[in-house]
């Protein structure tokens, strides 16, 4: 079985998305970046809810959209499924029939209605949402629709499965419990999924691979590990809770606890110094979070006894220093 192999050009109004990547057969490729930075309209364009001006997607070796070609294939003829951050249930269903309405209703693999509702129950007992079958969708909490709307996504076994910020409309108390359940699911998933999130821990949690999307734009990709390890992007940087210098093709990164304050130029071997300014002061933690402006920008943590030790605030003008040592340097 072939995988996704995908690039998509669009442009609505002044914003422009030019994407490509390729995802094999069984891996999570999570797409992830700021708010507008077009992870859902890619995902969309997957889909075939949104046209694309250039571009081509293949699955499975099926071409489902070439604009050289003129090759266009409507939603409802694709071999996917897609989950969104509303999970769409049918309210007046139960979560039976829900599962069912899937099952009866793929493209590729429709089922008769009591066929389909005895392997809806063969699902919900898989899954542990058996309890659940007679229950209308409508009376489900908000963590209990987003399963029940993956466990109908993954019942068609489809070629592809689209998560558009599965996570994020879920209260903060149930979305561990939520990431759990879809992580042991489409881990045994067979097919391609691509999930969009702005959360990185979904990334982390889900997802074998990670492309940043910035403006319209992948900026990096790696292993969850690999973007942590080496930011590219400031953005990226941040999401990580990293600093980054950039020089040309050469990267310098380390964390914000590596970062040390003085009020008075200090003497020190330190090959790293900076006069800078406190542009804001923020809880972080047990620590404080210091944003400092200037020849670079950096953000320290640093303790609250040393924010009154020092008398830090907002505008004062302080050195930083980060040893050697602490720093992470990589090329391109």
Not at 118 to 134: E, I, V, W, Y
Not at 147 to 167: F, K, M, N, S, W
Not at 294 to 322: C, I, K, M, P, Y
Request: net charge neutral; with cysteine; hydrophobic share 40%.
């Amino acid at each position: 079985m072939k995988g996704l192999e995908a690039h998509l050009r669009m442009r609505r109004g002044s914003f422009d998305a030019d994407a490509a990547f390729t995802v094999p057969p069984g891996e999570v490729l999570a797409l992830v970046g700021p708010n507008g930075a077009g992870k859902s309209s890619l995902l969309r364009a997957l889909a075939g809810l949104t046209p694309l001006e250039e571009g081509r997607v293949v699955l499975g070796g099926t071409v489902l959209e070439d604009t050289a070609a003129g090759i266009r294939t409507p939603t409802p003829q694709r071999d996917l499924t897609m989950v969104f951050q509303d999970p769409l249930l049918f309210p007046h269903l139960s979560v039976r029939d829900n599962v069912a309405f899937g099952l009866r209703h793929h493209r590729a693999q429709a089922r008769r209605p009591r066929q389909a509702r005895a392997q809806a129950d063969d699902l919900l007992a898989r899954t542990g949402l058996a309890d659940l079958a007679g229950r209308k969708a409508g009376r489900l909490s908000g963590g209990q629709r987003q399963r029940v709307a993956i466990v109908r996504a993954l019942a068609c076994d489809p070629a592809l499965l689209l998560l558009d910020e599965p996570t994020s409309a879920l209260d903060v108390s149930v979305t561990t419990e939520a990431r759990a359940f879809l992580r042991q699911h489409i881990r045994t998933f067979g097919g391609v999924t691509v999930l969009v999130s702005h959360d990185p821990l979904d990334a982390f949690v889900l997802a074998e691979r990670v492309a940043v999307v910035e403006h319209g734009r992948i900026t990096q990709t790696g292993t969850p590990e690999e973007i942590s390890r080496r930011p590219r992007t400031e953005y990226v940087a941040h999401l990580m809770g990293r600093n980054l210098l950039r020089d040309g093709d050469t990267y310098r990164t380390f964390s914000p606890t590596a970062v040390t304050l003085f009020r008075e130029e200090p003497i020190t071997s330190a090959r790293n110094l900076w006069q800078l300014r406190i542009a804001s002061l923020v809880p972080h933690g047990d620590a404080v979070r210091v944003h400092l402006r200037g020849a670079v920008s950096l953000v320290a943590d640093v303790t609250r006894e040393a924010v009154a030790a020092l008398d830090l605030h907002e505008g004062l003008a302080v050195w930083a220093s980060v040893k050697e040592t602490e720093v992470t340097t990589f090329t391109d």
